[in-house]
């Protein structure tokens, strides 16, 4: 689990302030921190091409250019007038070595991006984005220095970016590197240090990168139990009943004692689940809103979720449902409420009544889970996405290991079933939604099969794989 900011700045200034620690020597770690990428994954002499801004990402870039020089064949390339100090500073002592600037963007085996860093506040220019249509299009590995050229400082993008296949971000993690827009461009994302441990660099922050090292899966490691040690779960499985029948099999599948398909009318499910049409009265924990539609009775509703103790997943129907709704003024439940960004929206009207578009939602996705989290603090909102958001409590978590395989119908119905069954073990929602995600984007890595192909079904399957993989 690592920490993420929103900004850096103050980061950078008490290095200044309080390690002594020049700006220069920062740098010097930053490019030092990009050149061992390059060392470590190509061979010397390959050929490196360096865009260099007029700022400091520049100087970063010039820096790194410097430190290459000789080993491999550095191209560096920089566009217009150098404007910062660093920049110029940077640049004369690569002119001491005999490194020369190219005049035209040439092909290369690695090209680094370090026009603009984070912060980039403003449209770029037409040359500017001329330059990023001829980086995109050479064939090459690609690195952004910070943050890809065309990422704006909140994490939107501007008409077009940088494509970066790695992303080598300065002193500590950024939380515009997660917006979903950015996930496309940013490429894997990695941290260097800048001269002091991140320990003494980051101080305080209430945001964290979730790291597959994070996953703690329900093993059982106690001999003596039997079924009812391990909770029983309880899924509500309405219209469309397959939704409910998959995150029963997930919920099943992740450990759950017992596993209940609570239905209107007889469904068929795999022999392993049971069904009947009441909540049983040993039940540990509850899921509601897969496939609901408007099966059950206002009285069904009142009497087995809104009046009851238990912990409880609300997932996709539920947020059109006002009467579902009302759970989340209960502050002495565990709850945890899964919507997708579009049933954010209808969550976010119902509530409030501010109309918003998904677009509005996307756009500053970290914005809204704390504004749900000023209202509910007390609940854990789980905002789906290329990163999932899960905020309780001040406290945001990032899961960025998501990928397009879990892009098709029934994933968000086998995460439902993660949590319920972790819910129903005893975790608390928090910890339950962080497992539960870890797991969910886990298994869909796992996965062998074409990239568009995994089914909800190949999901659990590769749940129940998941901790032979982690110890293999």
Not at 262 to 268: M, R
Request: charged content about 20%.
């Amino acid at each position: 689990m690592q920490k993420v900011f929103e900004s850096c700045y103050t980061l950078d200034r008490r290095c200044y302030e309080t390690y002594g620690l020049s700006e220069d020597i920062l740098m010097e770690h930053a490019s030092a921190g990009m050149a061992n990428y390059i060392r470590k994954h190509f061979p010397l002499g390959a050929s490196v091409l360096v865009v260099a801004g007029t700022g400091n990402n520049g100087a970063d870039g010039i820096a790194l250019a410097r430190q290459l020089h000789g080993d491999y064949e550095i191209k560096l390339y920089i566009p217009f007038e150098l404007h910062s100090a660093m920049a110029k500073v940077q640049l004369e002592r690569a002119s001491f070595l005999g490194l020369k600037t190219v005049d035209i963007l040439p092909s290369a085996d690695v090209v680094v991006d370090a026009l603009f860093g984070a912060g980039l506040n403003r449209n770029l220019d037409e040359n500017t984005q001329h330059i990023l249509h001829q980086l995109n299009a050479i064939k090459a590995h690609k690195i952004a220095c910070d943050i890809p050229t065309g990422v704006g400082e909140t994490g939107i993008l501007m008409p077009i970016a940088f494509h970066a296949d790695v992303t080598i971000c300065m002193g500590a993690y950024k939380e515009a590197l997660f917006l979903d827009a950015s996930k496309d461009v940013v490429g894997e994302v990695l941290r260097v240090d800048l001269g002091v441990s991140s320990l003494f660099y980051e101080g305080q922050s209430q945001t964290c990168l979730l790291e597959r090292s994070d996953l703690k899966l329900p093993s059982r490691t106690q001999q003596s139990t039997h079924k009812g040690s391990f909770g029983h779960a309880a899924v509500f499985s309405g219209e469309k009943e397959g939704a409910g029948i998959i995150s029963g099999m997930a919920a099943a599948t992740f450990g759950a004692g017992l596993t209940t398909l609570v239905v209107h009318e007889k469904v068929t499910p795999p022999p392993y689940l049971m069904h009947t049409t009441v909540v049983p009265d040993n039940a540990s924990a509850l899921a509601i809103g897969m496939g609901l539609g408007c099966h059950f009775e206002s009285e069904f509703i009142q009497k087995y979720v809104v009046k009851s103790h238990l912990p409880i997943v609300l997932d996709a129907d539920s947020f059109y449902n006002k009467e579902i709704l009302s759970v989340l003024e209960q502050k002495d439940r565990e709850i945890v409420i899964t919507p997708h960004p579009k049933e954010f929206v209808v969550l976010w009207k119902i509530l409030t009544g501010e109309q918003l578009t998904v677009t509005q939602v996307q756009n500053k996705r970290f914005e809204m889970v704390r504004m749900f989290n000023a209202k509910y603090p007390h609940i854990t909102l789980l905002l789906k996405g290329a990163n999932t958001l899960i905020m309780q409590e001040e406290r945001l978590y990032i899961n960025a290991l998501g990928c397009s395989k879990l892009s098709k119908g029934g994933s968000g119905d086998v995460l439902s079933g993660l949590i319920v069954s972790l819910l129903a073990q005893g975790y608390t929602a928090l910890d339950a939604a962080i497992q539960g995600s870890l797991a969910l984007v886990m298994a869909a890595e796992q996965f062998e099969g074409s990239s568009y192909a995994m089914l909800p079904t190949d999901l659990v399957e590769e749940v129940g794989k998941l901790e032979c993989a982690v110890k293999g």
